[in-house]
């Protein structure tokens, strides 16, 4: 019995080492504890990659500073907007509404706004 505690002791430690805790403008994800916050895919022009804009209420000098990053500072890829809809359930969020934001003339993008359990 004793083996097996330390062997997931071990194992509990390894992982967590490896771990990144996500954040958006140096506030950990974890540490956001508001009711609603907005999310947005944004599109790479050159390459297939999308990243999350996360807004929940902060001060914004560049919109860049809204993408969800790593402990390294790099820009978290995501598969889709729900992709990052179903990262943030794991957060305490929940959908409350979708609207449309125009971009340019021809072209709209979902904004997802999510609540607080």
Known sequence: MKKLTLAAAVVACLGLFNAKAQNVNGMKLTDIHVDY??????????????????????????????????????????NS????????????YELFSVYTEQIDKDTNRPVYVLKRK
């Open 37 to 78: 916050i907005q999310i947005r895919a944004i599109k790479s022009f050159l390459a297939d990659k999308q990243w999350i804009a996360l807004e929940y209420g902060q001060k914004v000098g560049d919109f860049s500073e809204l993408y969800i990053r790593d402990d390294n500072d790099k820009k978290l890829e995501f």
């Open 81 to 92: 907007a729900i992709d990052g809809v179903n990262k943030m359930k794991n957060y305490g």
